[in-house]
């Protein structure tokens, strides 16, 4: 038998409203009818790595919390200039 397997808590591509400074103030995943609030910007992070590379692994992460509980970490990927979230 054979089984499809996929990555678990693979990043996606998700639309960030960010505030003058950069900060996510709002959050919207492809199958959510609406944005959702950010309550709290609970830690932020940045990842530089492989600079070695054509394409360095440049980004600066958040954890949030949501509106209504949720936790969901998302990333700024600064060589594509694109967000990605997925879930704390």
Same mark, same amino acid.
């Given at each position: 038998?054979? #089984? @499809?397997?996929?990555?678990?808590?693979?990043?996606?591509?998700?639309?960030?409203?960010? @505030?003058?400074? *950069?900060?996510?103030? $709002?959050?919207?995943?492809? #199958? %959510?009818?609406?944005? #959702?609030? /950010? $309550?709290?910007?609970? =830690?932020? %992070?940045? &990842? =530089? +790595?492989? %600079? !070695?590379?054509?394409?360095?692994?440049?980004? &600066?992460?958040?954890?949030?919390?949501?509106? +209504? *509980?949720?936790?969901? /970490? /998302?990333?700024? +990927?600064?060589?594509? @200039?694109? !967000?990605? *979230?997925?879930?704390?």
């Amino acid at each position: 038998m054979i #089984r @499809d397997f996929r990555p678990l808590n693979q990043p996606g591509a998700i639309e960030v409203v960010t @505030d003058a400074d *950069g900060q996510p103030c $709002a959050v919207r995943r492809p #199958r %959510w009818p609406t944005a #959702r609030r /950010v $309550a709290r910007v609970q =830690d932020r %992070w940045r &990842i =530089d +790595d492989e %600079w !070695w590379r054509e394409k360095p692994v440049q980004r &600066i992460y958040h954890a949030l919390l949501l509106e +209504d *509980g949720e936790l969901l /970490v /998302v990333y700024h +990927d600064l060589v594509a @200039d694109a !967000w990605f *979230g997925q879930r704390a």
